[in-house]
Structures are given as C-alpha cells and as structure tokens.
C-alpha cells in the first residue's frame, strides 16, 4: 500500500486543498483527489460524466472514515497513513451521497458529500 503522512496532507501536492477534485487523464479517464477528516469529504462536491473510468485516490487527514456511495460500487475504508485508491465507473446519471461508514466521532453521521453523475452523451462537447 501506498504510505502518505496524514498530519502532513495540506504540504503535499497532490492532496493540498487547490490540488483536490476530478482531473481528465490523457486516456480520458478521470482521477479524483480527495481528503476525507472530521467531518466531511472534500471537495464537498463532484461531478464526473457516466460510462468513464474514475480512480478515487482518497486520504485522511485525521482519524479512520470509511466510504460508501448507495447505489453505486464506490467504497473503501480510509486508514490513516494510506492512500486508498479505487477505480469504478457510474452507469447511470443522477446525484449520489458519499458516506461515511466507519465510525469517527460524534460528527460521524453527518460526514458526507456529494457527488453528481451526469449523462455523457447529453453533455456534448464541453
Ligand atoms: Cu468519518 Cu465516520
């Protein structure tokens, strides 16, 4: 697994605050950055087209959180120290809340954000 210093997050480039969200790769896949801490994922939105390979790359900042996005495949725990990645692709348009699911303090039922899947072909050239 990858390591990365949790308390240290904000000095690194890939996960300093400006740095964070959907990036398109050269392939056209995206990767999205994000921190998950006490007590919410950051940035609070996201948006990514349907039917396109998305890698989450995923840190915290504090304390174990885990994610979930119901109706979709998207979830990991997020342990700090690590960068947790996955890859999914979202079929179907619509918004969707990330989660938390690992329990992590008293604001653990209100760490969520939320993250759009638009239609791609409705999109057209953007
Ligand atoms: Cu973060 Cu529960």
């Given at each position: 697994m990858e390591t990365i210093d949790s308390t240290r997050l904000h000095l690194t480039e890939e996960f300093a605050e400006d740095n964070l969200g959907v990036k398109q790769n050269e392939d056209g896949s995206l990767t999205v950055t994000m921190v998950a801490a006490r007590y919410g994922f950051f940035p609070p939105e996201i948006e990514v087209p349907t039917d396109t390979p998305v890698k989450f790359r995923m840190a915290s900042a504090d304390v174990l959180h885990g994610v979930h996005a119901p109706y979709t495949n998207a979830a990991t725990m997020i342990v700090p120290g690590y960068v947790s990645e996955f890859t999914t692709s979202f079929p179907t348009a619509g918004k969707y809340s990330f989660l938390c699911?690992?329990?992590?303090?008293?604001g653990h039922d209100s760490m969520w954000s939320r993250l759009t899947v638009v239609d791609k072909s409705a999109g057209g050239a953007k």
């Open positions: 699911n690992e329990y992590c303090g008293l």
